[in-house]
């Protein structure tokens, strides 16, 4: 039996026609979309938006702090490295100079005895020049004489090389100064070797 016999007959559809929908398809293509929502447009609240500032301020902060901090540390290694030069360069000055003292208190000696006269005074003349030539030098780098004469005996100042009974000074007090000392600023180069009064 044919479909046109049993009653079930399907309307023809010509070509470029669409088949009628039946009312169950609508119902269909409308639970579809129900089931796949649009998606919505996402909008930060005030809430993350503040959570996020504050965590961006949180961080600024630190980086601020760390470069605060590493900027304050190159401060203090630049003066630590300028005050080490600087005592360097005074300690090797001081070793250096201190080994001319001795040489100086020949030149004074030699000095102390000096002729007026004749082929030994221009030799003198010499020596006297060389003398104010060296202590030159240690003018130009700061080293004074130790003042010891008169003054009271500073262990850190003078070293006694002897301690003798004088009726004339107080006791502690330089009677002679044997050899002259030397400093350059606050560091001795060598004591003063003094006699002090008992």
């Known amino acids: 039996m044919s479909d046109q016999e049993s009653g079930n007959e ?21 639970a579809r979309s129900s089931e796949t929502p649009e998606e919505p447009e996402f909008v930060p609240s005030e809430i993350v938006l503040q959570h996020e500032l504050d965590q961006a301020k949180e961080q600024a902060h630190e980086y601020l702090e760390g470069w605060q901090r590493a900027r304050a540390e190159f401060a203090n290694y630049k003066k630590r490295v300028t005050r080490d030069k600087e005592e ?28 007026e006269d004749g082929e030994a005074a221009a030799w003198a003349e010499g020596i006297e020049l ?38 004339d000074h107080e006791e502690g ?22 006699r002090v009064a008992k």
């Open 88 to 115: 360097s360069r005074m300690r090797i000055a001081a070793e250096t100079l201190t080994k001319y003292l001795g040489v100086i208190d020949d030149l004074e000696r030699a000095l102390k005895d000096r002729p």
């Open 173 to 194: 007090e330089i009677i002679e100064v044997v050899q002259p000392g030397y400093r350059m600023g606050d560091r001795v180069l060598r004591p003063a070797m003094v």
């Open 10 to 30: 399907k309307p023809q559809v010509e070509d470029g026609e669409e088949e009628p929908q039946t009312s169950a398809e609508p119902e269909q293509a409308e």
């Open 130 to 167: 060389i003398y104010r030539k060296m202590y030159g030098v240690l003018d130009t780098e700061g080293v004074e004489i130790i003042e010891a004469d008169g003054e009271f005996f500073d262990p850190k100042l003078h070293e006694a090389i002897s301690h003798d009974e004088s009726e």
